[in-house]
């Protein structure tokens, strides 16, 4: 008879695993959408778990259907291209399940954090999702997008540093995204797209064939964290290989980011003309 008590037990408790599973499955679907940042893709995993009239409300929405949750996982991306969704332990009860849930950045850096309630509907879809935010832990947008200056300009002040002062390629080569592209004047000696730091070298010791360098006065930064771009302008002061005369030229260069590198870098001169001219004029 305990044997049959036992098994008894057993089959019971295999059965609430197996609803526990079964309840958890369309959550589980659910932050597989907001891993997935492909638009098209992500909406193709929404609609398994979402209904026409499935809700979702958190401090920054209230939307209703498949297309608008969808557009609202987009608009996050958008601000936050980096960031990485991870959660807790689910807890389940009924038709319900919470969970805590934090965003992080692609360093590790805490961006915000809160907790879910969801309501399914018993058939593998979820019926509504209200999200909270945890106040202490949620960054705001202007604190955010500080950051990503800061850490931007730290880039972009070590790739100047490593350019004009140390020279040090080893170092300069971490800051630079694989694929990155420069772009030069055409007018110049040197003129052309470089992609990939290998070929950036390779633009360096060309123009190294018609001038010496150094900066003359320091640079100045200007930032759009929102777009992960830094504009910088300078000095340079020149030396002309082939005619032994100088010239200084003010220069500013447009760059992207992206996860902490450098992406492209854009040059303007203030007279390309005439500082191609220099280059070319002999003694």
Known sequence: MRKIYFLYFLFMLNSLFAQKKDKLNPIVVYEKAWQEQNSDARLKIIKTIWLDDSTFEDPSASIKGAVALNNVINEFY???PDAVVTSGVKVVK???VSWDWKILDSKNKLIMSGRDFARLNGKGQVSKIIGFWNPEAT???SDILKNL???NLKVVEKYYECLFKTRDFTAMATLIEQGAIYNQAEGLPYGGTYTGFEEWTKMYAKSAEFFEMQIEKDPVYFSDS???EIIIYFTLKCKS????KTLSMPISEHLDLKNGKITAIRSFYFDTKQFAEFLKSKR
């Open 139 to 141: 960054l705001s947008e």
């Open 78 to 80: 958008k601000k936050f």
């Open 149 to 151: 200056e800061t850490d």
């Open 241 to 244: 290989k082939k005619s032994g």
């Open 226 to 228: 929102s777009k992960n």
């Open 94 to 96: 009924d038709n319900y």
